[in-house]
């Protein structure tokens, strides 16, 4: 009984402790030093540079000069009172995921950046983002915090990203979300951001929508980005109640820029999940209504891979239909051409198979699959 | 509830671990004097590992043997079924893999590994092995506190399942001392079983 009453009381300290930071900590109105803060807040933006360092050696970062400069443009639109004390880096990840540490500093994963539809949606996720940071969300969701045990549950495969930051708190309590309320909180600001900065409000719906379509096809219920985020039909509900008022901005938000450079980013991101050896989120994406334009030329190929990936018999005919369209819109794309070729020989067709093997080593004399399609070419003799 | 319960247990558990570990501590490792071939598991293959490295027995799956120490470098040999072979990656493997597809699972695992990073593909080549038709590839990757180490697998998706020889050391030094030995551990593997076709 007294045990009980013990983890009862410590249970209520801890709420009470957490409330009470929440209500002491008024947002940061413009760039702060470390030196300025209060020593435990200090505490946490240093463990929060402990991640920085531990992503920076982890091999997970992704540079991209053009892109990084273009997206702090972005921030300096979004948080012109806050300069340069937001910056964004991108991780080779391909979960739709962006977090943000009590620093400031942003991580945008690649799958994110290959698959927002216009710069709009992005602003969308950054300035939600961007809110976490100046409304010392990190710093009061690390003050409540006790073991990391319960952000590793979930996590499935740990590799990546969440490999990397297993073991630190403030990294994993970042990646896992914020309370309901910051969220709410970070959703009503961050929309006042987007509109000063003269983007689109209309997208912050259909970034949602995009991100709730991607949860419910894989049947996530507890994917990283949502995880204690307040419902996504809720979230939806109110972007589109908040941009009804505020309409459609002027001039029109041009997306040049990132058209320019999101084909090479998609072939990363496509590329990378096929080589986690998930398929699933491949053919969802990859099958959109809008996917055809929207990806380059060799994505039918990473759909076939999606297909083969996921394992369905029944998905055969898709999968190579899916092939042999990538080789027709991508004809000198190596990989495609091995796929089919692969395909065939498994299915001790060598007539069919020894054509797409020869122009595999034809295109590609020093592919990865090179001594494989040797063998098989050997093997069809 | 009486306390004097749940201390006895707690008594009883730490004599037994106290005795275990006794016991562990003579057994644990075992140098190989001779060079005798050990059979995998309970299967049917056999190697013949290095004079003069040490056998860890307390391996938890396989057969682990090192010259130096684990975390330095060491040669396991192993056999999953298909259901094991790639749980940690949610997948299957079958007898029905083609090398490139097995390598594919491979490295998609080794991906997954917690605190692995900047991992690339050194070869990947369709091999025989002790009359196995399976793949040879190799590896490099940083762990978490930086240090470069290289991984070479010789692997073959049989009916049971999948059966693997592996190096692994520490890329500087390590890797190409010993990589003749491993080499020569690779040819001396044995299968009794018949090979797939």
């Keep these: ?381 | 509830m009486s306390l004097e319960r749940p201390l006895c247990a707690v008594r009883a558990v730490l004599v037994i671990a106290t005795l275990a570990l006794a016991g562990c501590q003579t057994a644990a490792w075992t140098r190989v004097e001779t060079p005798d071939a050990i059979a995998v598991n309970k299967s049917k293959r056999t190697f013949v590992p290095p004079a003069g490295w040490i056998r860890w027995n307390g391996a938890p799956s396989g057969v682990i043997v090192t010259r130096d120490g684990t975390p330095i470098q060491f040669i396991r040999a192993a056999e999953m079924t298909h259901d094991q072979a790639f749980r940690a990656i949610r997948k299957t493997s079958n007898a029905d893999l083609l090398p490139n597809e097995l390598a594919e699972l491979l490295i998609a695992a080794r991906k997954a590994m917690p605190g692995m990073s900047g991992l690339a593909v050194t070869s990947n080549e369709p091999a025989t092995f002790g009359g196995l038709d399976g793949v040879r590839l190799g590896l490099t990757y940083r762990d978490e506190r930086g240090a470069s180490f290289d991984h070479l697998m010789y692997a073959a998706a049989e009916t049971d399942g999948v059966f693997m020889i592996e190096y692994h050391a520490l890329s500087k030094h390590y890797f190409a001392r010993d990589l003749p030995e491993f080499e020569k551990v690779v040819a001396s593997v044995r299968s009794e079983r018949k090979a797939k076709k």
């Design chain 1, 1 to 381: 009984m007294r045990l009980r009453r013990a983890i009862r009381a410590a249970g209520i300290a801890c709420l009470v402790a957490a409330v009470g930071a929440q209500a002491a900590t008024p947002p940061f109105e413009r760039p702060v030093r470390p030196v300025e803060l209060e020593e435990p807040e200090q505490r946490v933006w240093s463990e929060a540079e402990d991640v920085d360092l531990t992503l920076s050696r982890s091999g997970q970062l992704l540079r991209d000069e053009e892109v990084e400069a273009w997206i702090a443009g972005l921030m300096l639109r979004l948080f012109p009172d806050f300069g340069a004390a937001l910056r964004v880096r991108i991780v080779r990840d391909p979960e739709m995921n962006a977090f943000c540490l009590p620093n400031g500093s942003i991580y945008m994963n690649l799958g994110m950046l290959a698959r927002v539809r216009n710069t709009s949606q992005l602003a969308t996720i950054l300035a939600h983002e961007g809110v976490h940071f100046t409304h010392r969300h990190g710093f009061q969701q690390r003050s409540s915090l006790v073991t990391t045990a319960g952000f590793t549950q979930g996590a499935g495969i740990a590799g990546g990203l969440v490999g990397a930051l297993l073991g630190s708190l403030v990294g994993m309590s970042s990646i896992r979300g914020f309370s309901r309320t910051h969220e709410r909180e970070a959703d009503r600001v961050g929309f006042g951001r987007l509109l000063a900065g003269g983007f689109d409000p209309r997208e912050s719906v259909a970034v949602f929508q995009m991100l709730t379509a991607e949860s419910k096809a894989m049947g996530l219920t507890d994917t990283v980005f949502f995880a204690s985020h307040p419902q996504l039909d809720e979230r939806i509900k109110t972007f589109r109640e908040l941009s009804a008022v505020a309409g459609p901005p002027t001039p029109p938000e041009s997306d040049a820029a990132l058209r320019a450079f999101q084909p090479r980013l998609q072939r990363e991101w496509m590329a990378l999940e096929a080589s986690m050896g998930q398929g699933g989120r491949l053919v969802h994406q990859l099958t959109r209504p809008d996917a055809v334009d929207f990806y380059p030329p060799e994505a039918p190929y990473y759909l076939g891979e999606g297909y083969r990936l996921r394992g369905d018999a029944a998905d055969r005919n898709a999968m190579i239909a899916a092939y042999e369209s990538a080789v027709q819109r991508a004809p000198t794309f190596a990989p495609a051409h091995a796929a089919l070729g692969v395909v065939h020989f498994k299915a001790k067709d060598c007539a069919r198979a020894v054509p797409y093997l020869r122009s595999y080593l034809d295109l590609a004399p020093d592919g990865s699959l090179r001594s494989h399609v040797g063998r098989m070419l050997e093997k069809c003799r």
